[in-house]
């Protein structure tokens, strides 16, 4: 039986066993709810309503938090095939389903391309696949940040970690979440995150962000902290269920960053099916989950199956934190 959300029973909540009437589907209310007097109704003394807690009324919103950078075309490729199950089977669970894309690499870019409130919600498969495909040719293939636009500079990103958590901290703050919603993130990253006041683009931790031989410099600033970031999205009731690597490759392995990284590589499950500086990951911390993306890679985890398990899995059941 499904959780009876709490603002259900804020008056008060009285439960019953047995002979009352059907709920919607189809066994006995699971509660009964006072709604108190008011001057619209036709009880203005109060009245008891039947509330069934296996019914819930939530809309889906889904949210895509994607690492473009260069060695992540796959999971695009994947997602750009696959999307439309992604699309049919959350709408399945509730019409009217929402989604969202931010991208990133050292910084990040909500995706605006949607049908609904100024681009930032989509609504249908087609424009997902725009978006995940202007975002591969653009910035994973010519190594570009998002948050620079079109006009920023290309072979940009000196050091193997990505920004991660600026990404997400946009997504929890800055997406139009519905209040009835059902309130899911997906992360596909390979590799960890550094936090403020750190910065991306400083490629030997130095402060000084100008060198420009290769892997060039740039000032790409960290803005948050993953206790920010955790508080952000906890605060906005999201499970974050992430794809990442669970160990690191081998040493001859071409899946293996090629610039100097602030961490070593043994840190780059840290923050997601690892603890981060003695901290919770980010899926643990927000009652998600995290996958194996080299299984992904691989295809031996399909991740467009496992998106609309976590999304059922999560329907009505709001974090438990
Ligand atoms: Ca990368
Ligand atoms: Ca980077
Ligand atoms: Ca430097």
């Known amino acids: ?60 919103d889904v949210v895509f938090v994607l690492d473009v950078s260069s060695s992540m075309g796959f999971v ?11 699309v ?3 709408n399945n669970l509730a019409p009217d389903a929402h989604f969202g894309l931010v991208a990133y690499v050292d910084n990040f870019a909500l995706d605006d391309t949607g049908a609904l409130d100024g681009g930032m919600v989509h609504t249908e498969a087609s424009t997902l696949q725009s978006a995940f495909a202007y975002f ?24 193997c970690e990505e920004n991660a958590l600026d990404a997400l901290y946009a997504a929890a703050t800055e ?18 995150f550094i936090e403020a006041p750190d910065n991306y683009g400083d490629r030997d ?18 803005l948050r902290t993953l206790s920010e970031t955790v ?12 794809f990442t690597r669970l160990t690191p490759p081998g040493i001859l392995s071409l899946s293996r960053c090629g610039t100097p990284r602030r961490l070593d ?10 603890p981060y500086n003695g901290a919770a990951p980010i899926p643990e911390a927000t009652d998600g989950a995290n996958f194996d993306l080299d299984q992904v890679k691989d295809g031996t985890l399909s991740l467009q199956d496992t998106i609309n398990n976590v999304v059922v899995d999560s329907y009505c059941n709001p974090p438990v934190l």
Request: proline share 9%.
């Open 1 to 60: 039986m499904r959780r009876l959300p709490r603002q259900l029973c804020g008056v008060l909540c009285i439960l019953m066993t047995a002979c009352g009437p059907v709920g919607a589907d189809g066994d006995s209310p699971d509660a009964y709810v006072y709604i108190p007097p008011d001057a619209s109704t036709s009880w203005p003394d109060g009245s008891f309503t039947p509330v069934d807690a296996d019914v819930c009324e939530d809309v889906v």
């Open 76 to 86: 695009l490729d994947q997602l750009e095939q696959n999307i439309a199950d992604v």
């Open 88 to 90: 049919t089977a959350a």
């Open 136 to 159: 591969q040719e653009n910035f994973t293939d010519p190594n570009r940040n998002p948050g620079d636009g079109l006009s920023g500079p290309t072979t940009q990103n000196p050091i």
């Open 175 to 192: 997406f139009p979440w519905r209040t009835n919603a059902t309130r899911v993130i997906i992360v596909a990253t390979d590799d960890t």
């Open 205 to 222: 931790g130095d402060g000084d962000t100008t060198s420009t031989d290769y892997p060039r410099e740039g000032d790409y600033p960290a």
């Open 231 to 242: 508080t952000a999205l906890t605060d906005h009731r999201i499970r974050v269920f992430s």
């Open 265 to 274: 590589w043994e840190a780059i499950t840290n923050g997601w099916s690892a």
